[in-house]
């Protein structure tokens, strides 16, 4: 695996990973912190509604007790019971009206005799009007009722003097609050509600203010007291509960929160439809997964740009260094990337030079070397097919030179002469003048033969006191004629000193290459012509001939 390829996947595991799973637990958090903040929302706002409903009541309450506590009031109304004394119903009839004056949002205040039956209103009224007032009824008994599509609020109580009933007191208030609390749907998103219902005679629960779904609902539309899984009913039945998954009287899901109102026997519901609650957790998690994926996408695309920035510095010096190994001693280019590969691009560089000049170094060496190698093999070869003393080549340099110029001469037809030459008497010289006059003797005869002859003839010491001359492309003829000058120059060469001085004379064997000659054949020729040039009293040069040799 390459090393941007791990990063890229470590950089996306390390920086993706955990916002991943930070941005899954915030989704999970977050919807279930959604759900309770709407719950305690409705909650809180249920609770203050049913705080101001209660208020009402209380002044419902405080209004009735102004009206019952008026004792000239209970004395005239007790005078008319007795005596139907109109005076006395006129006196209650000012004391009720005076007491209006003072009150807000009163719409009538009614009083009825011990019998239940209207005295005198500060409203019209029909006359012989009758309070219907149950036995077991608990006073002051208030409710909510609908009069010429007016919400009034009624309140009921007796009128005690001394202990006895004398009358009846009936305070109705305008209810409107009740209208403008389910109006007010402030804090309650698009499909939020109020409902606000009494309990009916059969139980059920009976709207006493319009619906949202249903503008005409109020003290007509009843929800059954059977159908507990509605919040109404809940509310109704004194369970004061956050419902989830609840039907409303819609038939929609809605998360409500209901409320009892013991004294009014009230339900109070205020609820908000689930699929608004879903679709605005929707939105939070679609904000979510499109973070998720551009996090995603930041995270690989960051993680491909640090592993590049990492990587390539080192994939091109790990390619330049495979040039290097290859023989390229090229400095890598400076690069402005991170420390660490300028560094090791340095020690690199510095490493390079080095190498660079120790591989000239040795290079040098080497040749040095093979030369020197050259140059001693050179020597030794030289050394092997020369003659120590007089320095001419010897008898193995002449059969390899006699091997090639036999050849040559037969490819091209050309002419090759052999020539062996001996000193005359040389035992006598050695043993007249010593051994080493003899050797003085060998190397100036040599150096004489090697300055005369031809760049191109071969001139190799052939024995103790024979010598060979090779005459490449030269005719017999033209060989003897250069030999016997030769002969004469040795005649007259001077070996030794003073009175020591003496002279020397050679003898000659010339033999010509014919066509079914070898090698061996051409020095065998040679050497009985120099034998017959012996023979014929030295000092002489002899040609081979078969007639004049060969058959000898
Ligand atoms: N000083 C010296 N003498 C040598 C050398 N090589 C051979 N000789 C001598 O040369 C002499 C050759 O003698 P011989 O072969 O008898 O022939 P010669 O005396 O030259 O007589 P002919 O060849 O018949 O004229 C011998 O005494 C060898 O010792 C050498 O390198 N130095």
């Known amino acids: 695996m390459r090393l941007k390829h791990v990063l890229i996947l470590a950089f996306i595991l390390l920086s993706s990973v955990p916002m991943l799973l930070s941005l899954q637990y915030l989704n999970s958090f977050t919807a279930s912190q959604y759900e309770r903040q709407t719950e305690e929302q409705l909650s809180a706002l249920s609770l203050i509604a049913k705080k101001r409903i209660e208020s009402v009541l209380d002044r419902v309450k405080d209004n009735i007790a102004l009206i019952t506590s008026r004792t000239q009031m209970r004395i005239s109304l007790d005078q008319w019971n007795n005596a139907r004394d109109v005076k006395a119903r006129n006196k209650v009839h000012k004391i009720i009206n005076d007491a209006k004056v003072g009150l807000t949002k009163l719409h009538s205040i009614s009083i009825y005799d011990n019998k239940g039956v209207l005295v005198t209103a500060t409203a019209d ?52 609050f009740i209208v403008e609390l389910v109006n007010d749907r402030t804090g309650l998103g698009v499909t939020g509600e109020w409902l606000v219902a009494q309990r009916h005679d059969s139980g059920d629960a009976l709207f006493v203010a319009p619906l949202k779904y249903d503008h005409d609902a109020a003290f007509k539309r009843r929800v059954s007291k059977e159908k507990i899984d509605i919040p109404i009913t809940q509310a109704l039945l004194g369970n004061e509960r956050i419902m989830r998954h609840a039907p409303d009287y819609a038939g929609n899901l809605v998360i409500a929160s209901t409320r009892y109102l013991s004294e009014l026997d009230w339900g109070l519901v205020v609820k908000i439809e689930e699929d608004e609650v879903s679709q605005l957790m929707n939105k939070t998690k679609t904000v979510i997964y499109v973070s998720e994926v551009i996090i995603i996408i930041m995270a690989v695309l960051m993680g491909v ?58 290079n040098a060496k080497v040749a040095e070397r093979t030369k020197e190698l050259a ?51 040389f035992k006598q010289v050695n043993d007249t003048w010593g051994h080493d006059v003899g050797d003085q003797a060998l190397k100036i005869i040599s150096s004489h033969l090697s300055s005369v002859i031809r760049e191109s003839d071969v001139l190799a010491r052939y024995g103790g006191e024979e010598f060979c001359i090779l005459l490449p492309a030269t005719e017999e003829e033209q060989a003897r004629k250069f030999l016997d000058r030769i002969r004469m120059d040795i005649e007259y060469l001077k070996i030794g000193s003073g009175e020591k001085c003496f002279s020397v004379t050679c003898s000659f064997g010339i033999a010509k290459l014919d066509d079914d000659d070898t090698e061996s054949s051409l020095t065998k020729k040679a050497d009985l012509a120099l034998y017959q040039a012996k023979s014929d009293g030295r000092n002489c040069i002899r040609c081979y001939s078969i007639d004049d040799i060969g058959g000898a």
């Open 305 to 362: 740009g640090v592993s590049f920035y990492i990587s390539n510095p080192l994939e091109k010096l790990a390619s330049h260094t495979n040039k290097v190994a290859q023989g390229q001693f090229e400095q890598y280019p400076r690069s402005q990337t991170w420390k660490e590969v300028r560094d090791l691009t340095e020690h690199f560089n510095y490493m390079i030079s080095s190498m660079k000049e120790l591989n000239e170094n040795l």
């Open 125 to 176: 009224t029909p006359n012989g009007h009758q309070i219907n007032i149950p036995v077991d009824k608990i006073l002051p008994s208030i409710k909510l009722l609908k009069r010429n599509d007016q919400l009034l609020m009624l309140g009921i109580d007796r009128l005690l003097l001394n202990n006895k009933v004398i009358g009846y007191v009936k305070v109705a208030l305008f209810a409107d």
């Open 375 to 425: 140059d001693l093999n050179l020597q030794l070869t030289e050394l092997s097919t020369r003659d120590p003393l007089t320095g001419l080549h010897n008898r193995r340099f002449l059969s390899e030179k006699l091997s090639e110029e036999v050849s040559r001469a037969k490819r091209y037809s050309s002419p090759l002469t052999l020539v062996i030459l001996d000193v005359d008497h």
